[in-house]
């Protein structure tokens, strides 16, 4: 009987218990439209120096999600729907499936839950590991649970502080990796980042 009390107490501690991840993403979710501001450097080991382009994101609601880029050339990608639609500047728009893109779909299933403040969704999406400090700075860790878009992207990393994402990285399955500095740090982008200065600055430094 004491054994079946102790258990009933343990279990109404553990409902009871605050949910710190849910509550963290609840509090990065905005109203849809909602923009930011980017800047991208993405590290291929087939390249001595990372790309580099910036511009804004946009989440317009559901999953439309636009991908507008201002530098170093004209480009925008549009998420609806299911469908891929690119168009840069003097040439033709192209479409295609987001199923073709994991990376992409990637993009949608974590941005725009996050944007959405929609746990539920994300957790469904990716395993989810959140470290915090006292300070406020926190990170979490999001893996694919789905095999076929784990093949392509190992993980993404998010690093913030109190209700704003600050970071992103994405970890690609064949090394390369991809880090996004949003809103305000976005315009801190170095001249010539290197991931160890890119970590430097999600760090708050």
Same mark, same amino acid.
Request: with cysteine.
């Given at each position: 009987?004491?054994?079946?009390?102790?258990?009933?107490?343990?279990?109404?501690?553990? =409902? =009871?218990?605050?949910?710190? $991840?849910? #509550?963290?993403?609840?509090?990065?979710?905005?109203?849809?439209?909602?923009?930011?501001?980017?800047?991208?450097?993405?590290?291929? @080991?087939?390249? #001595?120096?990372?790309?580099?382009?910036?511009?804004?994101?946009?989440?317009?609601?559901?999953?439309?999600?636009?991908?507008?880029?201002?530098?170093?050339? #004209?480009? %925008?990608?549009?998420?609806?729907?299911? #469908?891929?639609? @690119? @168009? *840069?500047?003097? +040439?033709?728009?192209?479409?295609?499936?987001?199923?073709?893109?994991? @990376?992409? *779909?990637?993009?949608?299933?974590?941005?725009?839950?996050?944007?959405?403040?929609?746990?539920?969704?994300?957790? +469904?999406?990716?395993?989810?590991?959140?470290?915090?400090?006292?300070?406020?700075?926190?990170?979490?860790?999001?893996?694919?649970?789905?095999?076929?878009?784990?093949? $392509?992207?190992?993980?993404? *990393?998010?690093?913030?502080?109190?209700?704003?994402?600050?970071?992103?990285?994405?970890?690609?399955?064949?090394?390369?990796?991809?880090?996004?500095?949003?809103?305000?740090?976005?315009?801190?982008?170095?001249?010539?980042? %290197?991931?160890? =200065?890119?970590?430097?600055?999600?760090?708050?430094?």
């Amino acid at each position: 009987m004491l054994l079946c009390s102790l258990i009933l107490s343990w279990s109404a501690a553990a =409902s =009871s218990a605050p949910d710190a $991840t849910g #509550e963290l993403i609840a509090a990065l979710g905005r109203p849809a439209p909602a923009r930011t501001a980017f800047a991208e450097a993405r590290f291929m @080991q087939v390249l #001595e120096r990372p790309l580099v382009v910036s511009g804004e994101l946009a989440w317009l609601g559901g999953d439309t999600l636009e991908r507008h880029v201002t530098r170093p050339h #004209e480009e %925008t990608a549009r998420i609806a729907g299911g #469908e891929v639609t @690119q @168009q *840069r500047a003097g +040439k033709s728009a192209r479409s295609f499936s987001l199923e073709r893109a994991p @990376q992409l *779909r990637v993009l949608v299933d974590s941005f725009v839950a996050l944007l959405g403040g929609d746990a539920g969704r994300l957790r +469904k999406a990716f395993a989810i590991a959140r470290r915090g400090d006292a300070a406020g700075a926190w990170t979490l860790t999001l893996t694919p649970r789905d095999v076929d878009v784990a093949r $392509t992207v190992a993980s993404i *990393r998010i690093d913030g502080q109190g209700r704003e994402a600050r970071c992103m990285w994405m970890q690609e399955a064949d090394g390369d990796v991809a880090v996004d500095l949003l809103g305000p740090l976005a315009a801190r982008m170095p001249d010539a980042p %290197t991931r160890e =200065s890119l970590a430097t600055l999600c760090r708050g430094g």
